[in-house]
């Protein structure tokens, strides 16, 4: 059997991998860049530890778990602490401690006594039935009011998709709160009434998944998938296509023409519509579609400060920040809260994230007004005083793909392609989910679907 051939080694590409050749299967890696990993990309430096791309992992399915263990990364692994679990919200231009329990809720500062009405209503809200596909905003507005739009659904759409409630995609975005609606008529419901079904599944909700990290940041796991490859990882090799020959693939790239028995693309949206792809029947597949797919500019900047610097504690995951507010930065995550070892002793380390839907030009400005505009905003959320001691900037021009109203016909242009194309198949953050567990869970599934075809004797991979 010839291999299988894998374009992308980002953290799905890598999974993917990784899972398949720990089957017996043969498989190659193309990989356009210098470098494995993707996004995912931590550099220590001056006793800072700042990541490039996400800061944790969420352990939202058991297969994450045992891709962990599998990849021989336990003993590296580092869970949060405790009181890192704190999430703020910015209300009134201060952070404002999201509530934990229901009393909590009842007594927090963060909603007006109209937006808790509007959440003690909700589950004698009628459900939607008539298959009008909503965005966000549209489902928040219906359900609870808009200031619990304005105020929370907003900061957190800009935390996990950097994008815009009013054109993300319910049932695309957020499939599982839709899922809530279908199922028991409520979301408040589904939280109660679902609690058997999701623990029998062993699934996890993303806002209860226990989050974590490695000992020298995110690249350990990346590096570590990296290093059982091996020679079957090709970097700086792209590729630009792909004809279907009898039961072969014939990949090109820029290092020549390769035989493969079957080809996972898990690279992004807009690198997919630049290849040729060519199958016997049906000829030409058109792929330009996928260039539709909007991946909005983010900047990643991490700075470092002296605890007396900083009147904030700082303990916790970090900010949201809603648009309401008038902040440039989309939220900060306080890293060295989240893990040990993220700032020297009497240090903290901060990430911010600006860009977005929200102000996309700002993203690609120079690192220098990157960190004032940064530095203006957590001047007055944080109370910072002086200047930071350390900084690192790095920004995406396309960082996360938008799940926007009408986002069905691209995965559905996905499974026409693999049945018209028998041996090619898709994986990725543009198909399965944006956060760093979908991508890990999402190479998992294409590999055991690959070890089902090919070695049917074999169990499941989880």
Same mark, same amino acid.
């Given at each position: 059997?010839?291999?299988?051939?894998?374009?992308?080694?980002?953290?799905?590409?890598?999974?993917?991998?990784?899972?398949?050749?720990?089957?017996?299967?043969?498989?190659?890696?193309?990989?356009?860049?210098?470098?494995?990993?993707?996004?995912? =990309?931590?550099?220590?430096?001056?006793?800072?530890?700042?990541?490039?791309?996400?800061?944790?992992?969420?352990?939202?399915?058991?297969?994450?778990?045992?891709?962990?263990?599998?990849?021989?990364?336990?003993? @590296?692994?580092?869970?949060?602490?405790? =009181?890192?679990?704190?999430?703020?919200?910015?209300? &009134?231009? @201060?952070?404002?401690?999201?509530?934990?329990?229901?009393?909590?809720?009842?007594?927090?500062?963060?909603?007006?006594?109209?937006?808790?009405?509007?959440?003690?209503? =909700?589950?004698?809200? #009628?459900?939607? !039935?008539?298959?009008?596909? =909503?965005?966000?905003?549209?489902?928040?507005?219906? @359900?609870?009011?808009?200031?619990?739009?304005?105020?929370?659904?907003?900061?957190?759409?800009?935390?996990?998709?950097?994008? &815009?409630?009013?054109?993300?995609?319910?049932?695309?975005?957020?499939?599982?709160?839709?899922?809530?609606?279908?199922?028991?008529?409520?979301?408040?419901?589904? $939280?109660?009434?679902?609690?058997?079904? !999701? #623990?029998?599944?062993?699934?996890?909700?993303? &806002?209860?998944?226990?989050?974590?990290?490695f000992d020298e940041g995110l690249q350990v796991l990346t590096d570590g998938l990296a290093r059982q490859l091996g020679e079957e990882l090709r970097l700086n090799t792209a590729v630009s296509a792909l004809t279907k020959s009898?039961?072969?693939?014939?990949?090109?790239?820029?290092?020549?023409?390769?035989?493969?028995?079957?080809?996972?693309?898990?690279?992004?949206?807009?690198?997919?519509?630049?290849?040729?792809?060519?199958?016997?029947?049906?000829?030409?597949?058109?792929? &330009?579609?996928?260039?539709?797919?909007?991946?909005?500019?983010?900047?990643?900047?991490?700075?470092?400060?002296?605890?007396?610097?900083?009147?904030?504690?700082?303990?916790?995951?970090?900010?949201?920040?809603?648009?309401?507010?008038?902040?440039?930065?989309?939220?900060?995550?306080?890293?060295?809260?989240?893990?040990?070892?993220?700032?020297?002793?009497?240090?903290?380390?901060?990430?911010?994230?600006?860009?977005?839907?929200?102000?996309?030009?700002?993203?690609?400005?120079?690192?220098?007004?990157?960190?004032?505009?940064?530095?203006?905003?957590?001047?007055?959320?944080?109370?910072?005083?002086?200047?930071?001691?350390? /900084? $690192?900037?790095?920004?995406?021009?396309?960082?996360?793909?938008?799940?926007?109203?009408?986002?069905? #016909?691209? !995965?559905?242009?996905?499974?026409?392609?693999?049945?018209?194309?028998?041996?090619?198949?898709?994986?990725?953050?543009?198909?399965?989910?944006? /956060?760093?567990?979908?991508?890990?869970?999402?190479?998992?599934?294409?590999?055991?679907?690959?070890?089902?075809?090919? #070695?049917?004797? $074999?169990?499941?991979?989880?």
């Amino acid at each position: 059997m010839k291999s299988i051939a894998i374009i992308g080694a980002g953290i799905t590409g890598l999974t993917t991998a990784f899972c398949l050749k720990r089957r017996g299967i043969p498989v190659t890696v193309y990989e356009s860049g210098p470098r494995a990993g993707g996004v995912i =990309e931590s550099t220590r430096r001056d006793g800072f530890l700042a990541e490039h791309g996400p800061n944790a992992a969420l352990e939202t399915s058991p297969k994450v778990t045992e891709l962990i263990k599998w990849a021989g990364l336990e003993s @590296r692994r580092l869970a949060t602490a405790p =009181e890192a679990e704190a999430r703020y919200v910015v209300r &009134d231009r @201060r952070p404002v401690a999201m509530p934990g329990s229901p009393l909590g809720f009842l007594t927090t500062p963060l909603f007006s006594l109209g937006a808790k009405l509007a959440v003690l209503r =909700e589950p004698f809200i #009628k459900p939607r !039935r008539d298959g009008v596909e =909503e965005s966000i905003a549209q489902f928040v507005q219906r @359900r609870f009011n808009q200031e619990m739009l304005d105020h929370a659904i907003d900061a957190l759409v800009a935390g996990v998709y950097a994008g &815009d409630p009013y054109q993300l995609s319910l049932p695309h975005a957020f499939p599982k709160l839709k899922a809530l609606e279908d199922n028991y008529g409520s979301m408040i419901k589904g $939280q109660i009434l679902g609690a058997k079904a !999701r #623990k029998k599944s062993g699934e996890v909700a993303k &806002d209860r998944a226990p989050k974590f990290s490695f000992d020298e940041g995110l690249q350990v796991l990346t590096d570590g998938l990296a290093r059982q490859l091996g020679e079957e990882l090709r970097l700086n090799t792209a590729v630009s296509a792909l004809t279907k020959s009898g039961d072969q693939w014939l990949v090109e790239t820029s290092a020549g023409r390769s035989e493969h028995s079957a080809v996972i693309y898990c690279g992004t949206a807009f690198g997919l519509a630049q290849l040729q792809i060519e199958a016997d029947p049906p000829g030409r597949i058109p792929v &330009d579609l996928f260039s539709e797919i909007k991946y909005p500019p983010v900047a990643s900047v991490v700075l470092g400060f002296r605890r007396e610097d900083v009147t904030h504690p700082c303990l916790g995951f970090g900010m949201l920040i809603p648009k309401i507010e008038g902040f440039k930065i989309l939220g900060t995550i306080f890293s060295s809260a989240l893990f040990p070892n993220r700032a020297p002793a009497g240090c903290l380390c901060l990430t911010s994230y600006i860009g977005g839907t929200r102000y996309p030009a700002l993203a690609s400005l120079p690192a220098d007004p990157l960190i004032d505009l940064t530095m203006a905003d957590l001047r007055v959320l944080l109370g910072i005083k002086g200047n930071p001691i350390f /900084s $690192q900037v790095v920004s995406y021009p396309r960082a996360i793909p938008q799940y926007n109203v009408g986002y069905g #016909k691209y !995965r559905d242009r996905l499974t026409e392609i693999e049945a018209q194309a028998p041996g090619l198949y898709f994986a990725g953050q543009y198909r399965d989910g944006v /956060s760093l567990a979908d991508s890990m869970v999402s190479g998992i599934n294409i590999a055991e679907r690959l070890v089902k075809k090919l #070695k049917p004797e $074999q169990p499941a991979i989880a």
